[in-house]
Every structure is written in C-alpha cells, then in structure tokens.
C-alpha cells in the first residue's frame, strides 16, 4: 500500500515538474509587445493635427498609406476640427471611424 501512495505522489510531482516547465517555456517563447501595441494600450489617445504616419498606421485598419491620405488632408485643408471630420478623408467611413474614434483625439 506504500508503494502505491509512493507512485502517485511521483506521478504527482512529475506532472507538477512537467506543467512548470511548459508554462515556463511557454513564457520564455512568448513575444514582446512592439511599441505600437504597447502605443495603442497605454498611451493617450493619437492627435489628428500632431500625429505622423507611424502614428496614425498604428490604428487598427490604418496603414501606411491610409496614414499618409489623412496627413495629405491635414495639410490641405488645415487641422482637424472633430475627430468625425476624419470621415472626410476618402476610404474612412462611419464604421472604421466608430473602430478608431476612442483612440483619437483633436
């Protein structure tokens, strides 16, 4: 009977052990957040008339060249006066601006 309290208590422990090091490797694997995600998540909201196009690129739906469209419209037509103005600028509509609108600002 000993033996067999023994060998579950091992089995126990080795699973225990065997669990620790997944998660360990798991963690040691895992990739950094890039300073865009980390941007998005802990900074103030991104500023219209301020922002370059690395900025605004950060945005979910924004790229590079979306980025450059909108900082082509700033520059035309001066500095945004709401953020809603930003449907203004041709390919941003209603629901992109409702996906971005919290992370902007004027």
Known sequence: ?????????????LAGLTLACGANTALANAEPLSETH???????????????????????????KKATQIIEYRELNGDFESVDELQNVKGIGPKMLAKISSKLSV
């Open 1 to 13: 009977m000993k033996g067999i309290t023994l060998n579950k208590s091992l089995i126990t422990l």
């Open 38 to 64: 980390m941007q998005i998540e802990t900074s103030a909201p991104i500023n219209l008339n301020t922002a370059n196009a690395e900025q605004l690129s950060s945005l979910p739906g924004i790229g590079a």
